[in-house]
RNA sequence: GUCCCCAUCGUCUAGAGGCCUAGGACACCUCCCUUUCACGGAGGCGACCGGGGUUCGAAUCCCCGUGGGGACGCCA
């Protein structure tokens, strides 16, 4: 039987970062059994679900390189079949109607509470031999109740959790249709899993309490029981649980922060999976390794710390050309025209080792194309009065010379050895002039980079 | 409250009863490299939640406790 996964959120808010794991393990499952991926936006939630929320979730997906091979499917477009299975189930007997009103369900809930029990409805509509139902209300549309069996358990083999077994005695009959005749969330999953024949549903576990009720509904209808993989939360850098108060932020505004999506894949496949000690790994990698077993149950912490270095690799490793192409647009977000000064490529490749974010490597750059902001304290260590002679006759030196890095070297060299100087000596106030900082690539490059004019042009406003 | 789940360095994790004096990675510290800062290299610090069992032997299996989380919607 071939592999069927499915990545299923609800368009009420972007990709988060959780989400993108939970679609990241179901899409390398599918891609490690040559399976399908299938991609489902549950938008039944009419109030909450928004286009601009699926185009984000859409976005994410698509920054990440999570394709898919199915859908996305609406469950909006899916409401006929829906109802077509309700009223199957209403047919069977395996359904009924419950014409309680929202009121005194909560006042029920509210008594339950009170009495320490674990809040369900009790049954009050449920039609049963020899019982008297209560008298229908006028006006009311009813709400449908899926029938849950009464007694015995639900036991399935979570392929993360191990088995877990719930008895049906904690279960009600759950609303599957709205009082307008809408289906509700657990339906429309059941019905959906089960037509698009799902074989792993692979999802966040705060869906485990809703899985009995699940696997009562398949087997209602006679469907074949998919295989259950839930997998634990991720926590905030602080520890604290994500939620958008606090620290849920979209996949895209880690490019927006100056990620790459091989960086955030790689840290998001290695928390809560592991492949021995395997920390850096390609996507082809990953999906040929991937399995459900090494799946951590526990709840896992976000550490931006290690994706950063994660993402420093992967700047190192990355395209110069694709960088060029990604820095450059940074630059314009910066203001910062690079049309005019020295070639992008070059003087990225002499900074893509120094950075952890593209951003910080965008930003460390723009003094090759605009004056440099001048760091004071950077100044005042290393521009001392008794090294301008040395400058002054080094710019002398420099305008003799063919502009390369080796020539330049050997300017500093003799300046250094002429005056019996150690080499920072004459580097450092130059890398101030120059960079404005007192850190920087080799000095020596980064002028021959820069161009002679400007070099002279930026030693000037100190040494003249 | 009821039910369900979880528990190894600060963090992510390895660990399937002896390979564990508990391994790796991030972070941190030291040293080396060096033209500053990074990069890179070599070291270091640092953990099996507690208590009972089972066993010749437990981080690993069982029970209890503690702590954390999740679920209990005409949300998904």
């Known amino acids: 039987m071939t592999v069927r996964t499915r990545f299923a959120p609800s368009p009420t808010g972007f990709l988060h970062i959780g989400g993108a794991r939970t679609a990241l393990f179901s899409w390398a499952y599918a891609r490690k059994h040559q399976g399908d991926f299938i991609l489902r936006i549950e938008d039944t939630d009419v109030a909450r679900s928004t286009p601009e929320a699926v ?14 091979d199915e859908g996305p499917f609406y469950q909006m477009q899916r409401m006929e079949r829906y109802k077509e299975v309700i009223q199957k189930l209403l ?37 049963e031999l020899g019982k008297e139902l209560p008298a229908r209300p006028e006006g009311v549309s009813p709400v449908v109740r899926f029938k849950n069996p009464q007694t015995g358990n639900v036991v399935w083999n979570d392929l993360v959790k191990g088995q877990i077994s719930i008895a049906n005695e904690e279960l009600d009959d759950l609303i599957i249709a709205r009082g307008d005749g809408t289906p509700t969330y657990n339906f429309c ?32 209808l006679g469907a074949a029981i998919p295989q259950y ?19 849920a932020v979209s996949v895209m505004q880690y490019d927006e922060d100056g990620y790459l999506p091989e960086a955030v894949l790689n840290y998001l496949g290695r928390l809560g999976w592991s492949h ?46 694709r960088l060029a192409q990604d820095i450059k647009q940074r630059l314009v977000k910066l203001e910062v025209d690079t049309t005019a000064g020295p070639n992008l490529t070059a003087v990225i490749q002499l900074y893509r080792e120094r950075a952890n ?13 605009q004056k440099p902001a001048i760091d004071p304290a950077a100044v005042e260590k290393h521009i001392t009065p008794d090294i301008l002679p040395i400058i002054k006759a080094m710019v002398v030196e420099l305008a003799k010379i063919e502009w390369t890095t080796e020539a330049i070297h050997g300017v500093i060299e003799k300046m250094v050895t002429e005056n019996s100087l150690k080499f ?19 000095i020596d490059a980064v002028m021959a980079l820069l161009g002679a004019e400007e070099v002279l042009s930026r030693i000037s406003t100190f040494a003249d």
Request: glycine share 6%; charged share 25%.
């Open 55 to 68: 185009q984000a979730i859409l976005d994410g997906m698509n920054w990440l390189g999570l394709s898919w």
């Open 91 to 127: 047919d069977e007997g395996k359904a009924y109607h419950c014409y309680c009103s929202k009121e005194e369900l909560d006042a029920l809930r509210e008594s339950q509470m009170q009495q320490n029990l674990k809040p369900r409805y009790d049954g009050r509509w449920r039609p």
């Open 189 to 220: 999953v059941v019905v959906d899993d089960w037509e698009m024949g799902i074989t792993q549903v692979i999802r966040g576990d705060d869906h485990v309490n809703n899985t009995p009720r699940q696997i009562n509904m398949l087997v209602a």
């Open 229 to 247: 993989a839930h997998l634990s939360m991720i926590l905030g850098d602080d520890g604290q649980k994500l939620s958008k108060r606090h620290g």
């Open 276 to 321: 021995g000690d395997d920390e850096i790994f390609s996507m082809e990698q990953f999906c040929a390794w991937f399995d459900l077993d090494h799946i951590t149950p526990s709840a896992a912490q976000f550490n931006t710390e290690k994706l950063k270095w994660l993402n420093a690799h992967y700047i190192k490793q990355a395209d110069i050309a």
């Open 357 to 369: 974010t593209l951003n910080e490597l965008a930003a460390s750059v723009a003094y090759f194309y």
């Open 424 to 442: 920072p000596k004459v580097a450092m106030p130059l890398r101030v002039m120059i960079t404005g900082g007192a850190q920087s690539p080799s």
